[in-house]
């Protein structure tokens, strides 16, 4: 499992990396797994584990993270 921060909102937000398309991510008022899926079109999509629904928030999120993660070759 790997650690870092990522910017959302004006805010640093922590992030572990629990599997390779598995994340726990501490926002403010709480903490969430989220889960990073790929459709029949290879188009990355981002849920709430246990949910079947994408936010804008977990997109926002799921945005952040791919980004972190592409400026630090993970």
């Known amino acids: 499992m790997s650690s870092f921060h990522i910017q959302l909102n ?3 937000i ?5 599997d390779e ?4 991510v501490r926002l403010p ?14 188009a990355n999509h981002w849920f709430e ?3 079947d629904n994408e ?7 799921g945005t952040a993270i791919e980004t972190w ?6």
């Not at 922590?14 to 629990?18: A, D, E, N, P």
């Open 10 to 12: 004006n805010h640093e």
């Open 14 to 18: 922590g992030v572990v990396r629990q």
């Open 29 to 42: 008022e709480k903490t969430i797994h989220l889960e990073k899926r790929e459709d029949n079109e290879g």
């Open 69 to 74: 993660l592409a400026q630090h070759n993970d």
């Open 49 to 51: 584990e246990g949910k």
């Open 55 to 61: 936010t804008t928030q977990t997109s926002e999120i």
């Open 21 to 24: 398309d598995v994340f726990i």
